[in-house]
C-alpha cells in the first residue's frame, strides 16, 4: 500500500502541476487571472481530437496543433480582449470567466459531453514499478511534467523573453524603464499560459476522455494549486502540487475517496485565513507582515 | 389541428447537441413520437391529434447536482411552455425528489423513463398517495436492480465459485442505496464483502481503490457510477491489469454502443446493466429486435443504453392511456395509467395501484425485464436474466474459477 501511495501521489501531484503551471504563469507575469484556463483546456483536448480523427492528421502533429492553435487563441484573448480592461482585476476576471463559460458551452452544444471523446494514449502498456503496476501514459505525464517544469526554468532564467518575463513579473515599471513592452509580454505571457493548459490537455485527457464539464474540475484544480502555493509563484505551484496531490491520494486510501474533493477546497480555506499569499507567493506579504 | 403538449423534464442535452448518445431517452421517445405523428396521432374522441415534444435540459447529472436549475426547468415547462403531462426526468434522484412537490403542486401527470431510481420516489408516492398519485415511474428503481445484482452474483458463484467482492460506487443516492442493498444482500448469503468505496462525482482517479481489490484478492467489482468519469476506471483496470469480473451497473462509459471504440476495447469482459430489456439487443418480446431495429435505422447507432426503450415504451403508454381516458386531465389519465396492461419493449408493464412503480419481473410475460449484458468482441451480449440471455459470461484473463466450490 505505501509503495502505491508514494508513486500514485507522485503522478497525482505532476497531474495537478501540470493543470495549475499555465494558470500561475499567466497570472505571475501579466497579474490576469485566466478564467478561462479550464476552457481552453478542454479545447485542445477537442481541437486535437477533430484534427487525429476527423481530419486524419499523423497523431502527435494533431497535438503539436492543438497546443499552438489554443497559444494563439490566449494570445488573442489578451490582445482583443483583456487589454480593454488591463488593469482592473475582477473585471479581467469577468471577462476571462464569461469567455470560458461561453466556450465550454458551445462545445457542449456541438455535443462534447459524456464520456465518448477520447484521445489514444501514447502507448498502451503496463509498466511494474517496485510491484505497483503503472499503465504507462501515466509514467509518461511524470516524465513530460518534470521535463516541462525544468525547461520552463530554463527559459525564464536564460533567453531574453523568460527575463524579461520575470522582470516584468518583478517591478512592471522599472521593467518599462528599460524598453520591456508590458503589453507585449502579456500577450505572450497568455499565449504561453494558455500552451501549458493545451499541452496538459494533451498529456492528460488520454488518461480519461474529453468532456465540457472537465472544463471546471481543471480550473478549480489550478486555482486551489495556486492559492495554496502562491499565485505567481512557480516553485509554490510544485510545492502545492505536491501536498495536495499526496493529501488527495492518502484521503482515498485512508479514509475515503469521497474526501479527495475537499482537501483541494479545504487547501483553499486555509491558506486563505491563515497565510493569504499562499505558501510561496509576495502578493499580501505586506499585510500578512502587519 | 390541435396538439398536445408533452413536456420532457430532464435530459442531460438538449436535442440539438451532435451526440445522440447522451440523450438516448430523448431519441426513444422522439422515435415514438414520430411513430404515433406518422399514423395521425392520438385518438381522442374519435379524432386524432398529435403529439408534441417540448424539450428543456434540467442538466442535473452535472457535478454539484444544480436542483434550483433543475426544478426552474420543470416549472417552466408547466408554466411557459404548458405542458400537458411531463416525461423523462429529472433524472438524478435528488433533483427528481425535489421536483415531486412541485409536479404535484401543478397537479401535472409525470412518467419518469429515465433515471431516479432512488426506491424513496415510489415509497414517498405510496406513503402520500393523495397529493403524489399522478407521479409514476415506468423504469427500474434502486431496490429492483440491487436483487437483480444480488441474484447475478449468486448465479455466478454458482459457475465459477466466485464469492468476494469489492464495491465502487459513486456518491449519488441511488448509488449509495445500490452499494447498501446489494452489500448487506450478498453477506448475508456467505459473500465476504472486502470493501464499499464512494467516489464523488467527476473523481478523476481510481488506481488506488483498484489495487486495493487486487490486494485483497477480490473476484468481483461492483461498480455503479452513471458519471462519465466511469471510462477513466474502465481504462485504469485494463491498463493495470486488475484479476477481477468488472460489473458495472448503470452506467454511460460502459453500456453504451460506442464503448468499445472509446475505450479502445478496454471495457472488454465488463458487464453493465442499461436496466430495462430492449437498450441492448434481445428477444424479450417480439416488439423487443422490432424496437432496436427501428432505432437503429433512425438514429444510425443502436439503442444506447440505459432510459432508451423505457422512453420510448412510455409514449406508447402515454398514448394508450390518453386514448383510454380520453383526454389529458390529470386525474382521468391517473385512473387509466393505473389500468394500464400492456405489452412493451421489455415486457408486460403495468404500475403498482399504491406505488406507481412499473411492476418488475424477470419474465417478460409477467412483468417488466431488466437486461444485464457482457462485452464480448466488440458486441453487447445479454447474460442475465436467464428468460432473455443470448450468451454465456467469459471471465477475464488472470482470473481462475474454481467451480464446484459451493
Known sequence: MLRSILIYGLINSIILALTAIGFSLTYGISRVANFAHGALYVLAGFAAWVLFYRLGLNYYLALFLAVVMVALIGAALYRFALIRVRGMPISEIIVTFALGTALLELLRFFGLFGSNYGLPPLRRATLQLSGVPVDFQRVAVVVIGVVLIAALWLFTHYTKVGLAFRAIAQDEQAAMMVGIDPDRMATLSLGLGSALAAIAAVVLLPLGYIAAESGTNILVYAIAVCILGGLESPAGVIVASLLIGYAQILSVAYFGPHYQMIVALLAILVTLVFRPSGLFGRQKELEERV | ?406
Open chain 2, 1 to 406: 389541428m390541435q396538439t398536445k403538449s408533452i413536456g420532457v423534464v430532464s435530459w442531460l442535452v438538449a436535442f440539438l447537441a451532435l451526440s445522440v448518445a447522451a440523450s438516448s431517452g430523448l431519441a426513444g421517445m422522439l422515435l415514438a413520437v414520430e411513430e404515433i405523428n406518422a399514423k395521425g396521432g392520438v385518438e381522442v374522441g374519435g379524432a386524432r391529434r398529435p403529439l408534441k415534444l417540448e424539450v428543456l435540459d434540467t442538466r442535473d447529472l452535472e457535478p454539484g447536482v444544480p436542483l434550483s436549475e433543475a426544478l426552474l426547468v420543470v416549472e417552466k415547462l408547466v408554466l411557459e411552455r404548458k405542458a400537458d403531462v411531463l416525461m423523462g426526468g429529472p433524472v438524478r434522484s435528488e433533483a427528481a425528489m425535489a421536483a415531486m412537490d412541485l409536479i404535484a403542486k401543478y397537479r401535472k401527470v409525470s412518467i419518469l423513463t429515465t433515471g431516479a431510481l432512488t426506491p424513496a420516489y415510489h415509497r414517498r408516492v405510496a406513503e402520500n398517495y393523495a397529493k403524489y398519485k399522478y407521479l409514476f415511474r415506468i423504469t427500474s428503481e434502486a431496490g429492483q436492480l440491487a436483487k437483480e445484482a444480488i441474484d447475478l452474483f449468486e448465479s455466478i458463484r454458482q459457475a465459477n465459485g466466485f464469492d468476494r467482492i469489492f464495491i465502487m460506487v459513486q456518491d449519488v443516492a441511488h448509488a449509495r442505496a445500490i452499494a447498501g442493498l446489494v452489500g448487506k444482500g450478498l453477506e448475508q448469503k456467505g459473500w465476504t464483502v472486502l470493501g464499499s468505496e464512494v467516489y464523488p462525482t467527476g473523481a478523476l482517479d481510481y488506481s488506488t481503490g483498484l489495487l486495493k481489490a487486487r490486494d485483497q484478492k477480490a473476484q468481483i467489482l461492483f461498480v455503479w457510477m452513471d458519471h462519465p468519469e466511469t471510462a477513466i476506471l474502465v481504462k485504469q483496470w485494463s491498463d493495470l491489469k486488475i484479476p477481477v469480473l468488472p460489473v458495472a451497473g448503470i452506467s454511460s462509459a460502459v453500456e453504451q454502443p460506442g464503448a468499445w471504440a472509446s475505450t479502445g476495447g478496454a471495457v472488454a469482459y465488463w458487464l453493465a446493466c442499461p436496466a430495462n430489456a430492449g437498450n441492448a439487443p434481445s428477444n424479450a418480446t417480439p416488439l423487443t429486435m422490432k424496437f432496436y431495429k427501428a432505432y437503429t435505422d433512425r438514429w444510425l447507432v443502436e439503442p444506447e443504453g440505459y432510459g432508451t426503450s423505457s422512453s420510448y415504451t412510455g409514449v406508447y403508454v402515454l398514448a394508450d392511456a390518453i386514448k383510454r381516458a380520453g383526454s389529458v386531465d390529470a386525474d382521468r389519465l391517473v385512473a387509466a395509467l393505473e389500468k394500464t396492461d400492456t405489452t412493451g419493449v421489455y415486457g408486460r408493464v403495468r404500475f403498482d395501484p399504491k406505488s406507481h412503480q412499473v411492476i418488475p419481473s424477470y419474465d417478460p410475460k409477467e412483468g417488466a425485464v431488466s437486461t444485464w449484458f457482457q462485452w464480448q468482441d466488440r458486441k453487447r451480449v445479454v447474460v442475465f436474466p436467464k428468460a432473455i440471455a443470448t450468451g454465456k459470461i467469459q471471465i477475464p484473463p488472470g482470473l481462475t474459477p474454481s467451480k464446484g466450490k459451493d
